[in-house]
């Protein structure tokens, strides 16, 4: 049990058997009247986001979680396959649980699994990451100096807005949290 004055973000609440990861916090102490925490809550299974008000003090249920790293194996049928790195172990997890991470996820990359009380809950990537662009057009020779973007497809099949130069076969990172173009990778 923590109180509401505990609250940061990243932290996971049980409310009313639901778990609900904080997104963003404020502290909120009027001239007139008692503090409160305002906070915007997302639910971790079905991905809805409240906002929700707590008096100051309040206590709150906390739940357990566990984060390990894992590496991304294969995807078999609606299932995707992770290996724990500490035990070698094999945990295929539903497509519900990793969600919008397979846009960005390869064979072999490393990505944290949450769990609680056993059960697989998320999965969380690195803020970036590198992929390869798989298909795009090609830029018009006049266009290289204007700030204008194409759509491009990477490798993972997921379709992103590039500036013109960027060409097929180039290697790019990308923000897995907005799925925005951030810049070119050389190796």
Known sequence: ???SNDLKNGLVLNIEGQLWTVVEFQH??????AAFVRSKLKNILTGKVVDKTFNAGV???TANVDKREMQYLYQDGDAYVFMDL???EQ???PAVVVGDATDYMLENQNAIVAMNEGNPIYVELPASVVLQITYS??????????GGTKPATLETGLQIQVPLFVEQGTRVKVDTRTGDYLGRVTD
């Open 28 to 33: 909120v102490k009027p001239g007139k009247g």
């Open 1 to 3: 049990m923590a109180t």
């Open 137 to 146: 057009e090609p830029g018009l020779q006049g266009d290289r100096s204007s």
């Open 91 to 93: 945990v295929s997890l």
């Open 59 to 61: 206590k709150v249920e």
């Open 86 to 88: 500490e035990n070698y």
